[in-house]
T-cell receptor, first 115, second 116 residues
Framework: NAGVMQNPRHLVRRRGQEARLRCSPM?????VYWYRQLPEEGLKFMVY????????ESGMPKERFSAEFPKEGPSILRIQQVVRGDSAAYFC?????????????FGPGTRLTVT | AQTVTQSQPEMSVQEAETVTLSCTYD???????LFWYKQPPSRQMILVIR??????QNATENRFSVNFQKAAKSFSLKISDSQLGDAAMYFC?????????????FGKGITLSVRP
């Protein structure tokens, strides 16, 4: 059973370009979470999605960031007009159900570098 | 909103010795879950141990155990017989039991080094 897949693993973008990060949850998981890790920091929650629905986007910056989890295909985190401050590691996690005790399985992360 | 605090940025332990990593949290909820995650240099997040707040018994997983003090809102991780492979960043995390608040709230982490 494959784990959570994220691609690309490394992404370099110039300021002003768009970044698209992809996350394929574990088989059978319909709950996806995105977290951002700035250098020397812990992970910060961004958004929680179920298939075709955004459940909680309280951690998402109001501008330039969007996320989706379509009925078919991976979840996408999209960052428009990237700035240097967007440079970070972005982690996706998935779970089978949404109860607190259910483990969130993390992907390997995408390291975004904005030059 | 819940907060998680890890006040020690770094710790060091001799191989085969025991080390305790501290974590405190703040919440108004009575039921919740607490976790310790390990992040080695590969950056992959690995679940080390989980504690349900309604359970009085401290969780254990092989060489890893926790000291959960609900009244004090303290959740420390004890690593016994430390091994070189334990060197990593360790994050304490909080999670509400259900619903739209099922996100993980992490502390800033602690870097553990193991001396051979």
């Amino acid at each position: 059973n494959a784990g959570v897949m994220q691609n690309p693993r490394h992404l370099v973008r110039r300021r002003g370009q768009e970044a698209r990060l992809r996350c394929s949850p574990m088989k059978g998981h319909s709950h996806v979470y995105w977290y951002r890790q700035l250098p020397e920091e812990g992970l910060k929650f961004m958004v929680y999605l179920q298939k075709e629905n955004i459940i909680d986007e309280s951690g998402m910056p109001k501008e330039r960031f969007s996320a989706e989890f379509p009925k078919e295909g991976p979840s996408i985190l999209r960052i428009q007009q990237v700035v240097r401050g967007d440079s970070a590691a972005y982690f996706c996690a998935s779970s089978l159900v949404y109860t607190g005790g259910d483990e969130q399985y993390f992907g390997p992360g995408t390291r975004l570098t904005v030059t | 909103a819940q907060t998680v605090t890890q006040s020690q940025p770094e710790m060091s332990v001799q191989e085969a010795e025991t080390v305790t990593l501290s974590c405190t949290y703040d919440t108004s909820e009575s039921d919740y879950y607490l976790f310790w995650y390990k992040q080695p240099p590969s950056r992959q997040m690995i679940l080390v141990i989980r504690q349900e707040a309604y359970k009085q018994q401290n969780a254990t997983e092989n060489r890893f155990s926790v000291n959960f003090q609900k009244a004090a809102k303290s959740f420390s991780l004890k690593i016994s017989d430390s091994q070189l492979g334990d060197a990593a960043m360790y994050f304490c995390a909080y999670r509400s039991p259900t619903g739209a608040n099922s996100k993980l709230t992490f502390g800033k982490g602690i870097t553990l080094s193991v001396r051979p």
